[in-house]
């Protein structure tokens, strides 16, 4: 007999967070251990934002707060989206989570309903299909291809609609391949979707200072005005000022929305920690020159590594516009055996084998919704990238 109900009986843990749990297992036991599954890079938090930190607990603010968030930091969003976004939200249409990752939840928790569908262009997120599920709706892949830029085209996005459909999932740039949406690329699908009001677009754009010239970032709701009543627009602190720990992120969107998701989040976990809170306000509101600062580190670790992984035989990738991830093609290695005689059927075969054999972690594509890729973090010093090309190339070699 078990309490668990059979909605959250197959459910497991995102692909992403176990593996970076078994490199974190593996490293305790003594293993050599160099990982390349999560998502966040080496850089420290910067030290004014640490600062605000400690000076709001000396403060005393280290209480309860409005579960959307304190006004001092809706206000510093607020003029996020201003200054960079050209986006104009009052208080009531913005709500802090503890993570974007809260807030994409709190909203398909807020909006969907039996039968729902929401498009999701896949390679996509590793958590999106599995909170929709958890939501009640049904994630619609939608493959894409290299040729194209791993990007949804309107043609694509018109052939999946139907009256089922709820929401349309963009990330850009993306994860896992980096894509970056242009603005006449975003006014392309918004045309498609006038002719469907009931469909929400949901844009992640938690990489958005991680785009490198001469990609430009933009915002869906930027680029398509028209249709700005029915967009979530989901961002963080996380990826932009190296504070994915304190777990801070944020969305603006149309305000029944966005009480819905508060009462929702006031059910739940009540609000994100006071103390991270005021420190978002001095991330948001202080000085923005380290952001060039580490573009240019991930840009030269990005060129560091692409043509390194494009000359091991049976490994591709394309140079990412955004983000910081390699998206690396492995079809050509799958179906080789191990010398122990096993065969590496597929993408999560070949993940097992590389961390067995080489103590190297990455992420299969099959978790992101592409079998035949494995996704490589590349936010690490240029020794761990050299030492990710060498074990790979050992790893490789050792197959038959």
Known sequence: MTLVSRRFQDLRPSSTVALAGLARRLAAEGRDIVDFSEGESDFDTPEHVVEAAI????????????????????????????????????????????????????????????????????????????????????????????????????????RVLSPRTRWLVLCSPGNPAGAVYRAEEYAALAEVLADWPRVGVLSDDIYEHLVYAPARFTTFAGAAPALRDRVLTVNGVSKTYAMTGWRIGYGGGPADLIAAMNVLQGQSTTHATSIAQAAAVAALDGPQNMLERQRTTMRARRDHLVPRIQALRGLGCASPEGAFYLWVACGDVIGRRTRSGAVLSDDRDLAGFLIESQGIVTVPGTAFGQPGFLRVCFAKPIERLDTLVERLAAAIAALA
């Open 55 to 158: 000076q709001a607990m000396r403060r005393g603010e280290t209480r309860y707060t409005n579960v959307s968030g304190t006004d001092r930091l809706k206000d510093a969003i607020r003029q996020k989206f201003l200054r960079d976004n050209g986006l104009d939200f009052a208080r009531e249409q913005l709500t802090v989570g503890t993570g974007a990752k809260q807030v994409i939840f709190n909203a398909f928790m807020a909006s969907l309903e039996p039968g729902d569908e929401v498009i999701v262009p896949a390679p996509y997120w590793v958590s999106y299909p599995d909170m929709i599920r958890i939501a009640g709706g049904t994630a619609i892949r939608v493959p894409t291809e290299r040729q194209h830029g791993f990007k949804l085209g309107s043609d694509a996005l018109r």
